[in-house]
């Protein structure tokens, strides 16, 4: 037995005994940033046992009639733990589950929302990129957390191309369908009555960007967003409500670096292998978890440029 | 405690590369054993000797996309080699890569790109004029990069399939050899990923061969297999003797050919 099973395994004959060392959600993390707006801030950290996979923000909202989940979360358990928040707060019924983008760490929590069946809300891309990865992110995540806990694929059933809205009762969610930027599958949320913007991950803070859609692209979803007045956004990683759009401000210095040092390296016939370790190094410092993702951006974004 | 690096890592980029997997093999035993496996199956009872002084392999020791892994083959004494293979022992389809050096080679580096899909060992062997073996190893930690679910640019991949192109970097001039860069639009399938449409895998189909020459003489020729990343991108030295034409023939799995031709003059 591998390291790794034996503590899987440990994880999951003493769930209680690893929460109680160290609890990946407590009551107490989930803020009210808005009316009726309640979010939790993912850790800066890789998924890990002892984290759940809750590294990235999820929350929900409240309106006269149901709620809507913004990210149910990145493992059953994380979900689990949103829900029972949910039950803390409010009995209205849970009528959506928003699924930001394709990635683990914001998604494997739906399936701890199967109660009153409530619509499965994502990009029109979404199933067709949960068609090839979720099964392979499954796997890992259940290698990971344990079957029980990291949790079946949900698909959505309300697909959004463009833009759509719901609603909450007096309460209106407009959701927008984004071209390919962090992923090809990203969708946005603006609360009107709170002006409150929930941009998910195509806005990081503190935390190191990922992405595996496309770079120009995201830069370019970015100016879009910049032109929304919003009195706060909420990020997909990072402090959980900040100004809009000051807090673009290091992601798109981050990103156009990203985009012109790559560019420079390709220019100059630095080899990929050296450009993974050179490209917005002058970063490094900045951000958490840098080493961790910057290679591998760089490895993208030079496998992007190269065929302009 | 278990150090960080070992336990899987979940990436958002897409993929989850986890650093230390189930099916993850760092027993160096096992590796030893795995290794006269596909030794045998690909060279026979053929010898194998230390090949410290002829050849080296540059690959990092993780990857950090196991997707898309670059890859030096090392030549220190270019007149002794005719060829070298790249062997991904734990890879489906381990030998990843044979090159056979042509007369207007310049062997010294050849790099590749190329996914991994469990830690494991990898080979750069070298074969001599002469007719014998020398190897040297490399150990990797990486996986899941040959079932990694393809990014954002599988529809360009597939619509431009075949289309080239050639970067040279440095100056040229006749006589003087100059490292390339060719690339190639292909997704290069390798059977285990799956299609988002009808939930099968999709079929396998890959390039099988690169030939390239200079105005009729060889230059190299690779025969690879799915462990070439998608968008292949294979760097080479050659010496042009003169201004001319680089020619570049690929042919996929399917029968799928392409030819291209850049030209190669010294810049004045
Ligand atoms: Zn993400």
Redo the contacts between chains.
């Keep these: 037995m ?4 034996r ?1 899987a395994a440990l994880f999951g004959a003493c769930a209680c005994c690893a929460l109680a060392t160290r609890r990946a959600v407590a009551a107490s993390d989930f803020v009210e940033i808005a009316p009726g707006m309640v979010f939790r801030r993912g850790v800066d950290e ?4 002892a984290n759940a ?1 809750a ?1 990235a923000n999820t929350g929900f909202i409240v309106g006269a009639e149901s709620v809507a989940v913004i990210d149910p979360g ?1 493992s059953l358990a994380d979900g689990q733990a949103l829900r029972a928040a949910i039950a803390a707060r409010t009995t209205r019924p849970v009528r959506f589950v928003v699924l930001s983008h ?4 914001h998604i494997f929590g739906a399936a701890a929302f199967t109660e009153g069946a409530p619509k499965i809300v994502g990009h029109a891309r979404l ?3 949960l ?3 979720g ?3 499954r796997r ?2 259940a ?2 957390l344990g079957a029980e806990a990291a949790g079946p694929v949900v698909t959505p059933n309300l697909l959004v191309a463009d833009t759509h809205t719901l609603d909450l009762g007096d309460r209106r969610l407009t959701l927008r369908a984004h071209r ?1 930027a962090h ?2 599958t990203d969708l946005t949320l603006f609360d009107e009555r709170t002006g409150t913007l929930i941009a998910a ?1 195509l806005l990081f803070i503190g935390r190191v960007p ?5 770079l120009k692209g995201w830069l370019a979803e970015l100016d879009a967003l910049a032109a929304i007045r919003a009195a706060r956004v909420v990020p997909g990683h990072g402090p959980v409500t900040t100004d809009w759009p000051a807090a673009a401000a290091d992601l798109r210095r981050y990103l156009s670096l990203l985009l012109t040092e790559t560019r420079a390296a390709i220019a100059a ?1 630095v ?3 050296q450009a ?1 370790t050179r490209v917005a190094a002058s970063e490094r410092g900045r951000w958490a978890l840098f080493d ?2 910057n ?3 760089v ?2 974004a030079y ?2 440029l ?2 302009e | 405690m278990i150090p960080r690096r070992d336990l899987p890592l979940l990436l958002l980029g897409g993929a989850l590369v986890a650093a230390r997997p189930a099916w993850a093999d760092d027993d160096e035993d096992k590796r030893a054993a795995r290794w006269k496996e596909v030794r045998e199956a690909i060279f026979g009872d053929r010898a194998i000797g230390d090949g410290t002084s002829v050849v080296g392999l540059d690959a990092p020791p993780r990857a950090e996309d196991a997707a898309l892994v670059p890859v030096a083959l090392l030549v220190k004494d270019p007149a002794r080699v005719s060829g070298v293979y790249l062997v991904i022992d734990g890879n489906p389809g381990p030998l990843a890569a044979h090159v056979h050096f042509g007369a207007l080679a310049d062997p010294r580096r050849l790099t590749l790109r190329v996914r991994v899909d469990q830690y494991t060992d990898m080979h750069a062997v070298a074969e001599t004029r002469d007719g014998a073996l020398l190897a040297v190893s490399h150990f990797i930690k990486a996986a899941g990069g040959c079932s990694t679910p393809m990014g954002s640019q599988l529809d360009a991949s597939l619509a431009d399939a075949g289309f080239m192109r050639l970067r040279l970097i440095g100056p040229v001039a006749p006589g003087q050899p100059v490292q390339a860069l060719l690339m190639v639009r292909h997704p290069n399938f390798n059977g285990m990923q799956m299609d988002p449409v009808t939930r099968n895998y999709t079929p396998a189909r890959f390039i099988q061969t690169v030939d390239i020459g200079f105005e009729g003489q060889p230059v190299l020729r690779l025969d690879s297999d799915i462990s070439l990343a998608s968008d292949p991108a294979i760097g080479f030295g050659f010496t042009p003797p003169k201004a001319g034409k680089l020619t570049v023939a690929v042919r996929d799995s399917s029968g799928a050919a392409w030819h291209e031709a850049f030209d190669v003059a010294p810049l004045s």
């Design positions: 591998s390291p790794l099973t503590r890789q998924a890990s046992v996979d590294i990145g394709v990635h683990p760490d199933p067709a990129a068609a090839t990865r099964e392979y992110y890992h995540l290698e990971l390919p992923t090809d991950d990922s992405f595996d859609g496309d016939g080899p990929i292998e993974a961790d993702y290679p591998r951006n490895l993208t496998h992007q190269e065929w």
